[in-house]
């Protein structure tokens, strides 16, 4: 991915003027602006740029409040970004990247080499982000290969609590199936997760106070295993 547009959010009409300047004449890069961490969320999602420099002390919501709430809606999630700031002791910089961002430019900084650093800092994310994906999609090809033994014990789990009902085998099943549920949410496996979630919360059930009639709630936990079986193959 390369930058395209970007969205410079800052209080200072002279920073936003000179950054905008820099980034248009020697990229081109088409430039939003915003003079506020509020403006700068509604133009985060309606102009979607590729990367947001944000400047940290801002009045009202200021750089890392806003770096928070750009994280927490899903239309902004995952853009990029860059803190400009004149904090520029180690702690604060260390402070600043563990809020998310990919890296902080110092004010006052060097207009003609301030592309270049744009550019360093996001393709150093870039290659990053890069690495972890491809490093997961190794790790969830692995869980997919022995997730039909797993599913396999889980299953005859299952015929050993409907053979001998009672809380050990009860509590058995439940275990895997709560373990279960955990890794193939984390791999994305989402309606895999969602239907071992049943199987737990129905065997739950049958471990609690007051238990449900077990010839009733044990076919919905066969239908949710069963569900889960579908699931799998369609993932």
């Not at 004449?25 to 590729?50: F, I, T, Y």
């Not at 919501?61 to 520029?88: H, K, N, Q, S």
């Not at 869980?143 to 396999?152: F, I, K």
Request: charged share 25%.
């Amino acid at each position: 991915m390369s930058i395209r547009r970007i969205l410079i959010v800052d209080n200072d009409v002279d920073v936003r003027s000179v950054v905008s300047l820099a980034v248009r004449r020697l990229v081109n890069w088409q430039v939003a602006l915003a003079a506020s961490g509020e403006e700068g969320l509604e133009k985060a999602r309606s102009e979607q740029p590729d990367l947001i420099l944000l400047d940290v002390m801002m009045p009202g919501t200021d750089g890392p409040a806003t770096l928070r709430l750009l994280r927490e809606d899903p239309a902004t999630a995952r853009i990029p970004v860059i803190f400009l700031t004149a904090r520029a002791q180690q702690h604060e910089l260390e402070q600043f990247l563990g809020l998310g961002a990919i890296g902080v430019i110092v004010k006052p900084f060097d207009v003609m080499n301030l592309v270049d650093e744009i550019v360093r800092l996001f393709e150093a994310a870039e290659v990053s982000d890069f690495e972890l994906d491809r490093e997961l999609a190794s790790l969830k090809a692995g869980y997919r290969l022995v997730l039909p033994e797993r599913l396999a014990e889980l299953e005859a789990l299952l015929g050993a609590a409907k053979t001998v009902p009672g809380r050990e085998s009860f509590d058995a099943a439940r275990r895997v199936a709560h373990t279960l549920m955990g890794s193939s949410g984390s791999y994305g496996f989402d309606a895999l997760c969602r239907e071992l979630r049943r199987i737990e919360l129905g065997l739950e059930g049958l471990l609690g106070e007051s238990p449900p009639d077990f010839d009733e709630a044990w076919p919905e936990i066969e239908r949710a295993f069963a569900q889960a079986r579908t699931a799998f193959a369609a993932a």
